[in-house]
């Protein structure tokens, strides 16, 4: 049987599939290359480029491949561009998400994980490391978009033989150990990824947006997965419903946050490198302090996380960016 990844030519889906790749698993890949790159897919893997809403080119892909499980990671990621163009973002996660979710019902595939965030729960009441059990309250499209769809989701399961696994990303970052593949797009707004490249010169500087929030240091905080991590941990959730475990949801993180400007003190110890730090004012849709409590992912999933070191992804970040200017030079 084979799995397919929807959006597995960009940042988590391009080392998804290669954690597919070296497990063993036939792995087919859906992507329309918007913000992905070709080159980025294993070779391994089975590649059609273009939109998963497309029920024709969907239908193809279930025709010529065996498939038994679905991996979505396909959709838009940048919070404050989902509150300028909100209507864009519901389109994307969430519409097209439902065009899927439906296909895969009607080929009788029954496994899905689904890529979602730690922005449905908007700022959590308290600084405790948030549970799945608590309040829903996205303060940005984006996370709406993705919280309508864990809802499809829960819906479809309720109706149908169908089982998922939903798992709320808190921030990722940090790239292949083996320098397979890392972040790689353009204007990429990730904090890390964007001062790795004002370490390394390819920017100017950075901008810090509020340094007013009711944290330490007056920025945010955030818990930072390893991107590797986070691939291992769909692994586990596919291998879990292929056992006969049922749907559940479940936070990827460590459990621990950093601000903003602790993160960007790591990147500069761990480069050697200083870079102009701009301060802004705050960005709409950001939220103040939210940290995963990731025991459900650990007990349900067996999953134990093996780069639990903000060092180490800041590490591995500046690699692969001093990969991706080797690769721009040739």
């Known amino acids: 049987m084979a799995v397919l990844v929807t959006g597995g030519a960009g940042y988590i889906g391009s080392h998804m599939v290669w954690a597919l790749i070296d497990a063993g698993e036939e792995v087919v890949v859906l992507d329309r290359l ?12 089975r590649f059609y480029e273009g939109d998963l809403a497309d029920a024709a080119l969907l239908a193809q892909v279930f025709s010529e491949n065996s ?14 561009e989902s509150v300028a163009d909100p209507l864009s973002y519901y389109d994307n996660n969430t ?10 019902v009607a080929a009788k595939i029954p496994h899905f994980v689904f890529s979602s965030t ?26 709406s978009s993705k919280l309508m769809t864990e809802i499809m989701l829960r819906d479809t399961a309720a109706a149908h033989d169908f089982t998922y696994t939903a798992l709320r990303y808190f921030n990722v970052a940090g790239a292949d150990p083996r320098g397979r593949t890392g972040q790689s797009t353009a204007g990429a707004t990730h904090l890390i990824k964007v001062a790795s490249e004002a370490a390394l010169g390819k920017r100017a500087g ?7 929030y009711p944290t330490p240091d007056g920025t945010c905080v955030r818990d930072y997965i390893h991107v590797t991590d986070l691939a291992n941990a769909h692994l586990k959730a ?6 006969g475990g ?27 490198k200083d870079f102009p730090v701009h301060f802004a004012g705050r960005r709409p849709g950001d939220a103040v302090l ?5 025991s459900v992912a650990m007990r349900e999933l067996d999953w134990t996380p093996q780069h639990d070191d903000l060092g180490f992804i800041v590490r591995t970040a500046l690699d692969w960016e001093e990969h991706l200017g080797k690769r721009n030079q040739i």
Not at 34 to 45: L, M
Not at 124 to 140: K, N, Q, Y
């Open 67 to 80: 498939i038994d499980a679905i991996i979505h990671f396909a959709g838009s990621i940048i919070v404050p």
């Open 290 to 294: 939210i940290v995963a409590n990731p």
């Open 95 to 104: 519409v097209k998400s439902r065009a899927l979710i439906a296909a895969a």
């Open 206 to 212: 950075m901008d810090v947006f509020g340094t007013d």
């Open 34 to 45: 918007s913000t992905g790159f070709r080159w980025a897919v294993a070779p391994e893997a």
């Open 246 to 272: 049922g749907s559940i949801v479940a936070n990827c993180g460590y459990g621990r946050g950093f601000s903003v400007l602790e993160v960007l003190e790591q990147v500069k110890a761990v480069s050697g």
């Open 238 to 243: 596919l291998q879990r419903m292929r056992a």
């Open 118 to 143: 730690a922005a449905v729960y908007g700022t959590p009441d308290g600084t405790e490391p948030v549970l799945e059990s608590a309040a829903l309250r996205p303060e940005s499209p984006y996370g």
